[in-house]
């Protein structure tokens, strides 16, 4: 989201495009988040503790099959023209 976020602006807005909340504090927060990662994993702690990455990257792994198989194949994409349209409730 942070590379996202800069290279939207920075191409398609670059009149708005500012230092310090599109490079400075993206890269403060994602070395923030990588420090607290390492930090959970390094040294592995005990079981069952230590299943967490596993299990997180599995179910992360599942979750990306599970949206390329139902709704990013060719053909099955029309769902994306709606995405940010309201139902319509009575």
Do not use: K, Q
């Not at 708005?16 to 993206?26: K, Q």
């Amino acid at each position: 989201m942070n590379i996202a976020a800069f290279r939207f602006f920075r191409t398609t807005h670059p009149e708005e495009f500012r230092v310090l909340p599109f490079v400075v504090c993206p890269i403060i927060s994602t070395v923030a988040l990588l420090t607290i990662g390492y930090n959970s994993i390094v040294p592995l702690p005990s079981a069952p503790v230590v299943f967490a990455p596993v299990l997180a990257a599995a179910y992360l792994l599942v979750g990306v099959l599970v949206l390329f198989g139902r709704n990013l194949r060719p053909g099955r994409r029309d769902w994306m023209a709606r995405a940010g349209e309201l139902p319509d409730v009575a």
